[in-house]
């Protein structure tokens, strides 16, 4: 969630918030001290008697002596702020039990036991959103890592599979609606109450269990798989919401075909729901039978709803349904492990939306996501391998490193293998470990020995952290090229010594005459440095290297401005001709930003890619989706990751003055291409899309060289709009924009759609990550809105999680969006911890950026860690980062 996804008053009533408060120095959980555990749990019912306020779970546990474990005496049943109301042990209340912190650990005598527990929780204080909760007046749960041990006491690991049968109760007029994991096996009624029992056939770990009861209603449709077996499919949502639920419904048949086809893989129930939440931490939930999602990831229609929003929605649907091969049916032994289903399930998901639309595009937005989101991550004090070595809070670990990064290394092991033969290791891993909770070694070897590759020196790629740099220098000797090669780990957090990694480059040599190549080639680097000679160059050859990206490392290669020039024009892998573009604006904003350009050089660096892009703007053979990704400049995130210490301001004023001068060097090409694509009409085909994208990119390149210009036309653009693509994408522009069109629209689109939750995000997001010099009091004053709420993650997310990725406001130099993000994490905390610690991460990059504001940052990371009361979550994240 998709990793990666996601209040002005921070007003009282705190009521569940003890639980997740620990006051001191939470324990380290090591990967090395992995034991299984000393019980089976082959059978396990629950019965609940559902109530907002009050609800009553009985379990009843069926434990069996593990012979694979060492013998205990004892069992632990972990808790998370509950009581057991009744303990028994074979039908009998018992005494023989001790509390440990919040756990129970039980004696059991003999070797096959029954364990029955009561507890009662109230889902409507819990503003965590971790185990049961309420949202809407409906009720739903979320497990994973650990938030069945918020319902009731369980052995909350991964590697404890269990056959669950559920009994749930309550009024029907308040929950008409009554989902489990599984079948619905039998239902009655009892006066005002009526009743459902679920079960599921699968074995699964507690982080997979769900049970979801409210008022809702069904899109339904059905799916026919490979076997012939007919698959009734529902998508559940509030009332006014189903006329935006077929994009989901869709998305999820062209999964389910799509996982047959690609993988083999087929679904092995007779129901699969899917349930939207507009309260959710995260993008959405794998649980078995039972996906529930975020409703950001399931609702969409035209008007409501970007292109972003429709791919991002069939992505996260393909994901959470690929995961019941990948992470249900093999799940994980421990939460180390995690990135053995996040990486494979990320890589899963991407090559399905590649298969979906365009491929090359698909590439290049994932590289931007990883460039963005994960670099600085391993480059910053939070570092750590794809499977770390140790936490204190799991929750920390749902990172672009884990689910990114972890979809980029299993992509190596592709690219090495070729697909037919990587789809011999995947079926193989499938069979071997159906069933099983399984680690990442188990993968690896699974695809070495269905592969018959050698992955000895390549699972150095799960240990290390930190992103490989590669230094690249060609020559040309008689009729030779000559490419060296060499590569560094950098030194991360608890890792200081590096070995070198196997790196498959895709490269390419193309003559220059004919500005053709005579075929890519893969070449593995794996040692720290070597030397590779290419025949048959009776001139030097220009380079392409990290085509396709196919290794998620960063290259330094000191390469002429006109080869980059010449492969942003020619070169035929699409990645390679972006990163040409990239490499151009990147090369010339880190030099521009470092104070080291005499007047001519900017001038001539100016100019050059001005010339590349002019090239991009008018090549008639482009598709507009590949043309707007040309298009697009260096964020001022990775441009920062260039440098070791980078000034904010100076970056963005740099970047606005390149944005200014292509804009008005390339206005008559800009504007052509806007005409051109403004007379296509709306639909969801690739062409209409790329004719939306490129238009909102002119606008976006007019309002740095002529404001005036870009706003009237954003104006229109805003005006005439019949979808939320070009709607949002001229509001964008206006609202970074002074004048009273930035103020008409703005209102506009709050009256427009007031009431709908997630467009209501988009316009507190447009101000948040506006270039409005304002921003910063915008922020403020939209914090006292009465639609602002700290309860709701994707409304804190959409004003302050904008605000803090919108460098502009974030490192304003008088150190105040500092201040904001600070007091934002205090005030959460204690509301929904995970949310809190997902928001200290932007502070933790503070050695990276020049001293001034560097103090100040560190200011508010040592202020939030002498708060009385922390949260493991933020208090691991600020230890982290101060550390
Ligand atoms: N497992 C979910 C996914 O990636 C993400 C998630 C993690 C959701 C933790 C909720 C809580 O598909
Ligand atoms: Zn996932």
């Given amino acids: 969630m998709d990793i990666a996804r996601t209040p002005s008053n921070p007003d009282g009533n705190i009521e569940m918030a003890d639980a997740a408060m620990q006051p001191h120095d939470p324990p380290e959980i090591r990967r090395e001290d992995y034991r299984p555990f000393p019980w089976l749990v082959p059978d396990t019912r629950l019965d609940f008697e559902l109530g907002l306020d009050s609800t009553r779970v009985r379990s009843r546990l069926t434990v069996v002596r593990n012979a694979k474990a060492d013998k205990s005496p004892t069992i632990r049943l972990n808790g998370d702020g509950i009581t057991a109301t009744r303990v028994k042990v074979d039908g009998e209340p018992t005494s023989a039990f001790t509390m440990d912190g919040d756990d129970i650990v039980l004696t059991l005598p003999g070797d096959a036991h029954e364990i029955a527990i009561e507890t009662e929780i109230d889902p409507a204080s819990n503003s965590q959103l971790m185990g049961l ?74 982080y997979l269990f769900a049970l979801v009861a409210g008022d809702l209603v069904a899109n339904t449709d059905s799916f026919t798989t490979m076997n012939g077996r007919k698959v009734e499919l529902n998508v559940w949502v509030r009332e006014g919401d189903l006329e935006r639920t077929q994009h989901a419904m869709d998305s999820l048949k062209r999964s389910m075909k799509w996982d047959e086809e690609a993988f083999g893989r087929e679904y092995d129930l007779d129901l699969f729901n899917i349930v939207a939440v507009s309260d959710f931490n995260m993008g959405a939930m794998e649980n078995k039978g039972l996906n529930v999602f975020n409703t950001k990831y399931v609702l969409a229609d035209p008007d409501t709803a970007t292109d972003g929003d429709f791919d991002a929605v069939e992505g996260v649907i393909g994901h959470e349904y690929f995961h019941n091969w990948s992470g249900n049916r093999i799940t994980c032994r421990d939460w180390f492990q995690l990135s053995l289903k996040e990486g494979f399930t990320v890589l899963r998901d991407q090559l399905f939306s590649q298969d979906m639309g365009s491929a090359p595009v698909k590439r290049i937005e994932d590289v931007r996501i990883l460039r963005s989101a994960q670099f600085p991550e391993d480059s910053g004090p939070l570092a750590h391998p794809i499977r770390p070595d140790s936490y204190r809070e799991i929750s920390n670990f749902y990172t672009a490193t884990v689910y990114n990064k972890g979809a980029e290394v299993i992509r190596m092991m592709r690219t090495m293998a070729g697909e037919e033969r990587f789809r011999q290791g995947t079926d193989l891993y499938f069979d071997r ?55 560094t780990v950098p030194e991360t957090p608890g890792q200081p010594l590096k070995q070198p990694m196997p790196i498959p480059l895709k490269v390419a040599l193309f003559d220059r005459a004919s500005g053709k190549h005579s075929g890519e080639q893969l070449v593995v680097l794996d040692k720290a440095s070597a030397e590779y000679r290419f025949q048959g160059f009776a001139e030097k050859p220009v380079l392409s290297i990290n085509r396709g990206f196919s290794a998620p490392v960063t290259v330094e290669r000191s390469i002429p401005r006109e080869e980059l020039v ?33 007047d001519d050089e900017r001038r001539g660096g100016r100019e050059d890619i001005a010339e590349a892009m002019r090239a991009i703007l008018t090549d008639a053979k482009l598709d507009d989706l590949m043309r707007g990704e040309l298009m697009i400049m260096p964020s001022q995130t990775y441009i920062a990751e260039q440098m070791d210490v980078s000034d904010p301001g100076r970056i963005h004023t740099e970047r606005e003055a390149l944005k200014a001068e292509l804009g008005s060097r390339l ?55 019949d979808n939320m693509t070009d709607r949002q994408g001229a509001l964008m522009v206006l609202t970074g924009l002074e004048g009273v069109e930035r103020t008409n629209k703005l209102l506009d689109f709050y009256n427009r759609y007031r009431g709908n939750a997630l467009v209501v995000d988009k316009w507190f997001a447009l101000q948040a990550s506006s270039l409005h010099p304002g921003v910063v009091e915008h922020v403020k004053a939209l914090a006292e809105h009465p639609d602002f709420t700290l309860r709701n993650p994707n409304r804190v997310r959409s004003l302050y999680m904008a605000f803090a990725a919108n ?27 995970q949310t809190a610690a997902r928001f200290v991460p932007p502070l933790g990059r503070w050695r990276r950026i020049e001293p001034g504001r560097a103090a100040m940052m560190r200011e508010q990371l040592e202020r939030i860690a002498e708060a009385p009361k922390l949260s493991r979550d933020t208090f691991e994240q600020v230890t982290r980062s101060l550390g």
């Fill in 566 to 598: 010449f492969l942003a024009a020619r070169d035929d892998d699409p990645f390679a001709r972006y990163e040409a573009m990239q490499d151009l604006m990147v090369g010339h904003l880190v030099a521009a930003v470092g104070g080291t350009l005499s």
């Fill in 433 to 487: 470990h159906d069933g099983e909770a399984a680690t990442c070694e188990d993968f690896v070897k699974s695809i070495e020995d269905g592969v018959g590759l050698d992955l000895t020196q390549f699972r150095l790629w799960y240990s290390q952290a930190g992103t490989p740099k590669v230094t690249v220098d060609l020559s040309h000797e008689g009729d030779e090229a000559v490419l060296k090669l060499g590569q």
């Fill in 807 to 833: 460098p502009h406001g974030f490192h304003a130099p008088d150190g105040e969006g500092y201040r904001m993000i600070g007091d934002l994490i205090l005030a959460l905390d204690p509301i929904n911890a």
């Fill in 667 to 721: 206005s008559a090409e800009m504007h052509a291409l806007y005409d051109r694509a403004e007379k296509i009409p709306f639909s969801l085909e690739a062409e209409a899309k790329g004719a939306r994208k490129v238009k909102t990119l002119v606008l976006t390149y007019a309002a740095a060289s002529d404001p005036a210009k870009a706003a009237e036309l954003a104006a229109s653009q805003y005006e005439r709009a």
């Fill in 133 to 206: 909760y309420a949202s809407n007046g409906m009720l739903c749960t979320q497990c994973e890592s650990e938030g069945f041990r918020r319902i009731t006491f369980f052995p909350d690991r991964p590697d404890v599979l269990s056959t669950y049968t559920v009994r749930m109760s309550g009024p029907k007029a308040q929950f008409p609606i009554l989902l489990c994991n599984g079948n619905r096996v039998a239902t009655g009624e009892e006066g005002a109450d009526h009743w459902a029992e679920w079960h599921d056939p699968w074995p699964k770990p507690s």
